[in-house]
Each structure stands twice: as structure tokens, then as C-alpha cells.
């Protein structure tokens, strides 16, 4: 990806080096500051009007539960909770000090860029994310977190969270190398703050109040093929803009192949459950990347109408 010299986002916070107080509670339970649903068209029951309340999401990449054999949905609702601290933010180190960080800050920018003008045009504005940069632990509306969890989005506060050492375990334990994995990732997450302002992860967390287990992983499958639908809209915008570079896409296919619920239990475990999956087959996640990559249209990510 040519990223290196572009623009950064604002909407970094830096809590790298800083301590996350409090045991380790689990996630959920804080109300969440959705702002009311927006209507553009992506897709999903849950963009259909009337303001609907957050309570508890947290929606997560979810990769590393298989090892840590915590199932997210057990995380979304619930559980104990840890305050947010008051922690601090520190400047990011001038550009071209951190590179990581640098790549980050430049990405999250780009989806900036994009999803301001998807709002724009059905006539709202688009509340940008910030973006936590933290080390081991850290707390969020959601609860306190350590980098086990992985990446993650917490509606609470309408912030993306990750550990960048999580790019290092993408690439070795997960067979996920190249600088679009990271990307595709990053992009996956700003799909579920898109997902939050539309509504329909306060939808999904009202629905599966009254769904069974099984019933809430299958519709969790369908709100993470969603944003992996929209990480290959933004992919789509990257190439209009001449940042794709050759094999691009394929690191971000291969990413979405290795962390398919399929591929990763078996790795873990041997074989696939595939009533527990809650995020999609490696199968599944490649195909809705692709689809949103070759549309560029967020109306072509309906995960909520028909099979996925």
C-alpha cells in the first residue's frame, strides 16, 4: 500500500506505556453513546429508522478467543465492568518516527476520507472514531481489556482499540503477513462504527435479548461479514485513489481466509463447530470482502437478507 507521506488522522490516542488499573472484569454492561441511526444506504435491518439504545456491545476481530476459549458473544452483554480510567493520551511521535504508528494514523485517515463522503452524500455528517493506541491492557466504556482480545470496537464510546503488537501475531501465529492485512483489519473495525451510527449493532443487541445461543453466532455472522463487506468497500476507494500496490488485495483475502471461524478452530482444536461460529467462514469472509471490494457501494453489503 503507498501510504508512507499521506496524511494522518487527528483521531489518534496514544496510552502506549501507560498501566490499565483494575482486575481484568469482563466486557459489557455500560450504556453506549449511539447518537441515533443514520440512513444511508448499507444494507441491514437495523438501518431502519427510530433511535435505539446501546447497551453492552462490544464488538471485537475476535481472532485470539479461540486460544484464550472466551466466546464474544458472552462478551457483548453483561459481566462485570471496570470504569474508564481518566488516562491520558500523549502526543504520536512526529511522522516518520513511528512508523506503525505513522501507517495507522494514515489508514484511519483514508476510511476518514471515505466514509465522510458516503454520509455526505445522503446528507449527514460522519462522526469520526478515535483510534486507541494502548500496550497490554486497557479500559474502555466497555470494560478493561488486554491485547488477548485483539483488535477491537467498543460502541460505548465509539472508539477502535488495538495492541500494535496484535500485527506481529497476525503475521506469525496467523500466517497473515503484508502491510494490507493490517490494513483490512483496521478498516474491518471502522465497519462496525459505521454499523453502530446505522444502527444496527443496537439492533442485533436488542435482538438477541430473545435468541438463543445458536441463533445470536448466526447473526453475528452476519454483522461481521457486514464490516468485512465494507473493509473491501474501503479497499475499493484505496485502489480509486492509486494507494493499492500488486498483491495488495491478496494479503487482504489471505488475512480474511486465516481468520475465518472454519480455518481458526480447526487450527485450535482440530475441527470446526459450525454452530458456534459468530464471525464467518474463511469462505464467507473472503467473498463479502470481495464483493464489496469489486461494487465501492456500502448498498452491497446486505448480510441481512437471504444466505450469506
Given amino acids: 500500500m503507498k ?13 502506549r506505556g501507560q498501566r490499565a488499573g483494575g482486575g481484568l472484569g469482563g466486557l459489557g454492561g455500560l450504556g453506549g453513546g449511539n447518537r441515533g441511526n443514520i440512513r444511508i444506504p448499507t444494507g ?3 438501518s431502519r429508522g427510530g433511535i435505539s ?14 486460544a484464550t476459549g472466551q466466546n464474544p458473544l458472552d462478551m457483548l452483554t453483561g459481566g462485570a465492568t471496570t470504569a474508564p480510567s481518566s488516562a491520558t493520551s500523549q502526543q504520536l511521535p512526529a511522522q516518520g518516527q513511528d512508523e506503525l504508528a505513522d501507517f495507522v494514523a494514515v489508514v484511519i485517515k483514508e476510511t476518514e476520507d471515505l466514509w465522510s463522503q458516503q454520509f455526505a452524500a445522503i446528507g449527514e455528517n460522519y462522526p469520526e472514531p478515535n483510534v486507541v493506541l494502548f500496550t497490554d ?16 470496537y467498543c460502541p460505548g464510546d465509539s472508539k477502535v482499540y488495538i495492541d500494535l503488537a496484535f500485527y506481529d501475531q497476525l503475521h506469525r501465529q496467523f500466517g497473515a503477513p503484508g502491510d494490507f492485512a493490517q490494513a483490512y483489519v483496521l478498516a474491518h473495525e471502522v465497519g462496525h462504527h459505521v454499523q453502530n451510527l446505522t444502527g444496527v449493532l443496537p439492533d442485533f443487541n ?3 435479548q430473545s435468541m438463543s445461543q445458536t441463533e445470536a453466532n448466526a447473526y453475528s455472522v452476519r454483522v461481521e461479514l457486514q464490516a468485512d463487506c465494507y ?16 498483491g495488495d488485495i491478496e494479503e487482504a483475502l489471505n488475512a480474511a ?7 481458526l478452530q480447526k487450527r485450535m482444536q482440530g475441527f470446526a463447530v459450525p454452530k458456534t461460529f459468530n464471525h464467518g467462514t474463511s469462505a464467507q469472509r473472503k467473498a463479502w470482502f ?5 461494487s465501492g457501494n456500502p448498498g452491497d453489503c446486505d448480510t441481512f437478507s437471504g444466505s450469506v
Fill in 3 to 15: 501510504w508512507q507521506g499521506r496524511q494522518r488522522s487527528s483521531n489518534i490516542e496514544d496510552r
Fill in 44 to 46: 441491514g435491518r437495523g
Fill in 53 to 66: 439504545s446501546l447497551v453492552g456491545i462490544i464488538v471485537v476481530l475476535g481472532i485470539i478467543w479461540f
Fill in 137 to 152: 491492557r486497557v479500559n474502555s466504556a466497555c470494560g478493561l481489556a488486554d491485547s488477548s482480545v485483539g483488535p477491537f
Fill in 206 to 208: 436488542r435482538r438477541r
Fill in 231 to 246: 473493509a473491501g468497500v474501503w479497499a475499493n476507494y484505496a485502489g480509486q485513489k492509486n494507494l493499492l500496490e500488486q
Fill in 257 to 263: 481466509n486465516q481468520i475465518g471461524d472454519d480455518t
Fill in 290 to 294: 470481495e464483493r464489496g471490494f469489486q
